[in-house]
């Protein structure tokens, strides 16, 4: 056992008895030696206990749990704590940064156990008034878990997808006598990749290029993220961007012609209308595009922003900026909806709060041109499915959104049941983030999605794909079925800042993967359609 692996053990007992609230003195005591283990260079495992007790800041206490480590592989006080931690829990303590304490608060005040859990509460403010953090912590947070989740080997869609467009045009442009694509998951808008891809039809020129650089292993990386370039020649260029772009059940699924110029001819020679890269996965897609051609939504349909928060709850914009913001971005209407007052982790509006924030869109509404704003909350789905205000309240709303945010651990019979007595509560208009889910993070509770959208489709709610990189929730899986029920998609960004009303990007892009088409996106209608057919 290195020293290294000593050292780590013993600085996790401490941390972790730090956690539990043990003895001050003990915890000193670990972390001193923690800090002693580190400079030393020779093979702890070597040492007798006697000559371990004789380094700087070891003593009999400690050196009894080093001999325990070295003989048995662990120790049994550590072990013991692990087992009443969450694993999450014990990843946040590995992140340089986040000590105890910090962590601490976290889990006791708002719950979390996950890294990505974190990251998420990042995005959506939680810390901002959170005891011992504030904007500036929140934003070093926000670089150091990114870092953290990359250097796993896994990034989300919205994480790397700009990155890999920049470098595609760079490249394209220092190298135009070559062929050169983006291919890959990333191509595909697959909502978790490894890396970046790219096809070039020779060795592109890559020298002097900004942010790209070989790691440890001699493979390129660009901003940290993994970058591949395979290369052919140029007469077989056509056909390895065709494949590279298509998942393997789909493209095996093809007669290739012997001789064609661009994908269209691949197409027609199958009977098939053009599929977009997005799309090209599984068989019953192919029988979908012999059938007709598939009119899904696209870049510039959405009309209306669905689903942001303001400084009233736990936004960073005021409502007249996120009115501005969309407004500016070409959108006709907005919706705000904020935290709901249970949601008391996120300055969940109190009834008197909602009033005081129905008056002021009032005042907006006359004050703005360009941009309708319309009154609506996030609703949390309590234990019982039941929403969080009387029906006096919820009916002042122009429509309701209705979200679970807490107790998460439930069996599928008891998040399905949950959210059915949600999606049959009255004033329930749109059901938010299905699953709970956050990418790379959190799976999310288990549901019976058919049974959850049949409700949806009996009770005239519509269902959000959360554009948030980190949820993509609904699954684009799901919006073939969604579309047999006739159920609407709204396509929400879940914007906290007015930066991020531009998440509705990567809910399109999932919208289209699962095929969509406009006349299924409710938020593709102007908004006296909106409204219409959400209260019809």
């Known amino acids: 056992m290195t020293n290294k692996e000593i050292a780590d053990n013993i600085n996790m007992l401490a941390k972790l008895m730090e956690l539990h609230g043990e003895n001050p003195f003990k915890i000193k005591t670990y972390a001193n030696a923690y800090l002693s283990l580190r400079k030393i260079a020779s093979p702890l495992e070597d040492l007798s206990a006697n000559d371990l007790e004789k380094l700087p800041n070891i003593g009999k206490s400690v050196s009894s749990k080093i001999q325990e480590l070295i003989n048995t592989g662990s120790i049994s006080e550590l072990k013991s704590l692990k087992e009443k931690t969450p694993e999450g829990i014990i990843e946040l303590l590995q992140i340089k940064g986040l000590g105890p304490k910090k962590v601490d608060v976290l889990w006791k005040s708002l719950g979390i156990e996950s890294v990505g859990e974190l990251l998420y509460a990042c995005q959506e403010n939680r810390l901002i008034e959170l005891r011992g953090f504030g904007q500036k912590t929140q934003e070093n947070l926000i670089k150091l878990l990114n870092y953290h989740l990359e250097s796993k080997g896994k990034w989300l869609l919205g994480h790397c997808y700009d990155q890999a467009i920049e470098l595609e045009a760079l490249l394209k442009n220092r190298n135009p006598e070559l062929e050169i694509s983006l291919v890959g998951g990333l191509k595909m808008w697959n909502q978790v990749v490894d890396g970046i891809d790219l096809l070039a039809s020779e060795a592109p020129h890559l020298d002097g290029i900004k942010n790209l650089e070989l790691d440890e292993n001699g493979e390129y990386r660009y901003e940290n993220i993994p970058l591949r370039i395979q290369m052919c020649t ?24 012997l001789h064609w110029k661009n994908e269209e001819e691949i197409f027609q020679f199958n009977q098939l209308y053009f599929i977009p890269t997005e799309r090209r996965y599984g068989i019953d897609v192919i029988q979908e595009y012999r059938n007709g051609e598939t009119d899904l939504i696209d870049f510039g349909d959405i009309k ?58 009032d005042t907006l509404n006359q004050k703005l041109d360009g941009i309708k704003i319309l009154k609506s909350i996030e609703s949390d789905i309590l234990n019982d499915g039941h929403l969080d205000y009387d029906n006096d309240i919820l009916n002042g709303f122009d429509f309701v959104i209705a979200s679970i945010h807490s107790n998460l651990k439930m069996d599928e019979e008891k998040a399905t049941a949950r959210l059915i007595a949600a999606i049959e509560q009255p004033f329930t208009h749109i059901l938010g983030h299905p699953t709970g889910r956050l990418l790379l993070s959190r799976e999310g509770y288990p549901i019976d999605h058919k049974k959850i959208i049949d409700a949806c489709a009996a009770n005239n709610v519509s269902i959000e794909i959360n554009a948030s990189p980190y ?37 399109i892009m999932t919208a289209r993967k699962g095929g969509l088409k406009r006349e299924f996106c409710l938020n593709y209608n102007a908004v006296d359609e909106f409204l219409k057919i959400l209260n019809k």
């Open 471 to 507: 949820r993509l929730d609904i699954d684009y899986r799901w919006l073939q079925y969604c579309m047999e029920k006739n159920v609407k998609i709204s396509i929400n960004p879940d914007a906290h800042s007015t930066e991020a009303i531009n998440y509705i990007k990567w809910g």
């Open 234 to 257: 140029k007469k077989e260029y056509p056909f390895y961007k065709f494949k590279n772009t298509c998942e393997d059940d789909f493209f095996d699924q093809l007669n290739m012609p």
């Open 304 to 361: 209306g922003v669905i689903h942001t928060h303001s400084t009233y709850s736990d936004g960073i914009n005021t409502i007249e900026e996120m009115a501005i913001k969309a407004r500016d971005e070409g959108y006709s209407y907005i919706a705000i909806t904020d935290h709901s007052k249970s949601a008391t982790y996120a300055n969940g509006l109190s009834i008197e709060r909602v009033e005081m924030q129905w008056r002021e869109i």
